[in-house]
């Protein structure tokens, strides 16, 4: 009697563990079960040392820098005076020659519900050579402040450059922790791909414009040094009717200026940028995209310019996932990733970079744009000439992070974490990049997952692993 409760509990393990290997052998992606933070952080109070201003009256502040036109010879340097009458002017020179130049700013200035902001002054300055050092100044008299930036190398297809990948990041403990994690990264990345949803200024009363304000001052320490490419997350919208708001993205735009008009685009919201080796495109998840609109018009020209033999590596920014397994936001990316996806496989882009979940997650290459309404073919599946989507909305905002995850893990995903991070694409050359994701523990930052990326165009016969 004994053996046989023993034989029968046997065969049930076996059975199980039969069971477990077959769960295992469809799913293979990963849910990392780490957790350091459960709760959200609240944001840093305006009297923390990451806020301060800078000393002098009228002092030039929020000091940032972001690609100037298409090709990486140009800059934008933005500031902003709380009082009038600061100087206009950028004085930058060459670090190989010394030569000496300047040029001057726009100035503009928006209200928003109770609030008025500072004067902010855009300058952009061009024809610099390429990977060069220049210093530049600001401000007068005693306010004078001076930084500096290496512009990039020229576009060639086997030019190594490093991106640093940040999204959501507001202003809280965590995206200081996030912030610091980036700069000291072994891999020294030289420009931010910033994914949007920038200071959660909204997420106060009334849309509190100051932590916009706030928010500048803490990341000036970066990117004043290095440029930031800027996508528009929800968190830029600011649209609110039930306080006479009622035009989106006004503090935003009159902030970050970008250079849209020199790829062509009609808005500040989707633009693109060549850098080195990589073709950078930026898309607005909350513009119309449906076909015959400007963003649909200007995307459809926009892909057959890129020249891969120049920038073979292709990547698209997008503030809300198309492909996302988080009972968060789940689906929001849906209608663009229909209308667009068939482009980025037929396009063959490297990696689609979305944000706005407050996790990090990184799929298979797969596509799934078989569907035509009639034969209910609506499943991604793994394609070899698709993308990676990677979000890494886990800079560390006020809302804290996206636990809850479906389950089971599907096919398409293969590492999942609900931790704060930060990202790294280093670029070798025309056919190899390094990716890697970076968690935030304590004082210290741990590669959590990676990717050794093959490009599409120049390396797509050879069949990546995960
Ligand atoms: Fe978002």
Redesign the pocket.
Known sequence: MAWRHVSCLSSLLFFATLLAAFVELCNAGKTSTFIRKKYPSTDLPFDADVFAEPPGHNAPQQVHITQGNHDGRAMIVSWVYPFKGGSKRVHYHNEKTGEKKHANAIVVKYKWYNYTSGYIHHCTIKNLEYDTKYYYTIGGGDTRRTFSFVTPPEPGPDVPYTFGLIG?LGQTVDSNRTLTHYEHNPYKGKAVLMI??LSYADDHPYHNNERWDSWGRFVERSVAYQPWIWVA???EIDFAPELGENEPFVPYLHRYHVPFEDSGSTSPLWYSIKRASAYIIVLSSYSACAKYTPQYDWLQQELPKVNRTETPWLIVLV??PWYNSYNYHYMEGESMRVVFEQWMVQYKVDLVLA??VHAYERSGRISNIRYNITDGLSVPTSDNGAPVYITI?DGGNIEGLAFSMTTPQPEYSVYREASYGHGIFDIKNRTHAYFSWNRNEDQYSTEADSKWFHNRFWYAHVQESD
Do not use: A, F, L, T
Request: charged content about 20%.
């Open positions: 959501d949007g949803d997350g929800n968190h503030h809300s944000g706005h909305g």
